[in-house]
T-cell receptor, first 110, second 114 residues
């Protein structure tokens, strides 16, 4: 099965960039990497997704390594409201099943 | 444009009872997936419905069943509830479930089994 590995927790100073890594070494060639965050056990909020090129939207940037085995989510100017659990997820190749890891608990410090 | 909506938001059931949770997908989406999220853990895939049929199932017993209606809304049914079924149940919708399409989640239904 596809699997993602993320550090369990990270701290970031308010106003600084938060860089959240994810290892997805078993990802297949045509599967996307998705990033979500979850605040206080609300529903996961979509952030960004990508296949092989770097992506940017109003919330974040996604950097995917050339071999696609890992990616980094970048929150350029973290605020206290960005404190949440961040998940990177991938789909198991040949299925419609998405795998969540345990996520990274990001704490933004004032 | 309403996103993914789920009901009820919270409910309490007794062991052995049955529960039905409901989900309306985001407008324009035709694929619905259900996830179970135990406290402190990441969501676990239960199953996905497309064209009113279950087309993918995770590692959950047959006590977990579902349905998708012609308007793409969906229900999750859990029979013979166990204490371990207490969790946040999340519904996610997308277009055709193809990789690369954005997947949106609802706020979830909190189920407590006592």
């Amino acid at each position: 099965d596809a699997k993602t590995t993320q550090p369990p927790s990270m701290d970031c100073a308010e106003g600084r960039a938060a860089n959240l890594p994810c290892n997805h070494s078993t990802i297949s060639g045509n599967e996307y990497v998705y990033w979500y965050r979850q605040i206080h056990s609300q529903g996961p909020q979509y952030i960004i997704h990508g296949l092989k090129n770097n992506e940017t939207n109003e919330m974040a940037s996604l950097i995917i390594t050339e071999d696609r085995k890992s990616s980094t989510l970048i929150l350029p100017h973290a605020t206290l409201r960005d404190t949440a659990v961040y998940y990177c997820i991938v789909r198991v190749s040949g299925t419609y099943k998405y795998i969540f890891g345990t996520g990274t608990r990001l704490k933004v410090l004032a | 444009d309403a996103g993914v909506t789920q009901s009820p938001t919270h409910l309490i059931k007794t062991r052995g009872q049955q529960v039905t949770l409901r989900c309306s997908p985001k407008s324009g989406h035709d694929t619905v997936s259900w996830y179970q999220q135990a406290l402190g853990q990441g969501p676990q895939f239960i199953f996905q419905y497309y064209e009113e049929e279950e087309r993918q199932r995770g590692n959950f017993p047959d006590r977990f069943s579902g349905h998708q209606f012609p308007n793409y809304s969906s229900e999750l049914n859990v029979n013979a509830l166990l204490l371990g079924d207490s969790a946040l149940y999340l519904c996610a919708s997308s277009l055709q479930g193809d990789s690369g399409n954005t997947i949106y989640f609802g706020e979830g239904s909190w189920l407590t089994v006592v």
